[in-house]
């Protein structure tokens, strides 16, 4: 234990000290704790290099943005999945509960989250729709909405790592694969 412990106040030490003479230390040097620094001091493309999932680009970025900024737990996502699987209807708070099995309060807090975001709209009486408020949007929350679809982990973790940051940057730098 005190050997680990050891060890890992030197990498970290390394760290800061690359960090604080301004010059970005490499890969090697890094190793797996590098990314608990890495997140607050480089860029995110320098990130993923790092971790060897090779350039990302500015589209994936600004995916990854999007569903960060815009959800704060995965019923969120599903409430956009079902809201866009019904875009042509008025949707009533009940239907949505019974659809998705969650609670009121779960629902009525992702609706005001999607609302915020611009993608939904309400009536008066309670209902909503999908309605973008531009097609940028639309099409930030189709590829989500894919993304989701296909990598239902990856979209899990990035919802955690935005409303935890340090817990999660601590948690991956134990992963012994990537997704």
């Not at 490499?26 to 990130?47: C, P, W």
Request: glycine share 6%; hydrophobic share 50%.
């Amino acid at each position: 234990m005190f050997q680990i412990s050891m060890t890992m106040s030197i990498v970290f030490f390394q760290i800061g000290y690359f960090s604080k003479s301004g010059t970005q230390p490499d890969a090697h040097v890094l190793g797996m704790f590098g990314a608990l620094h890495l997140g607050r001091d480089a860029t995110f493309s320098h990130i993923m290099r790092v971790w060897g999932k090779g350039d990302v680009t500015t589209q994936e970025q600004d995916l990854h943005a999007f569903i960060r900024a815009t959800f704060r737990s995965v019923w969120a996502i599903e409430l956009l999945c079902h809201v866009r699987s019904r875009r042509d209807h008025m949707l009533d708070t009940a239907e949505i509960v019974s659809a998705l099995r969650a609670s009121h309060l779960v629902v009525e807090q992702g609706l005001a989250d999607l609302a915020a975001a611009g993608l939904i709209v309400a009536n008066e009486a309670g209902h909503v729709q999908y309605a973008p408020a531009n097609p940028g949007l639309d099409t930030l929350a189709s590829r989500a909405e894919a993304f989701y679809a296909k990598s239902p982990n990856a979209v899990r973790r990035m919802i955690i790592a935005a409303a935890h940051p340090g817990v999660a940057a601590f948690a991956d730098a134990f992963k012994l694969r990537n997704d």
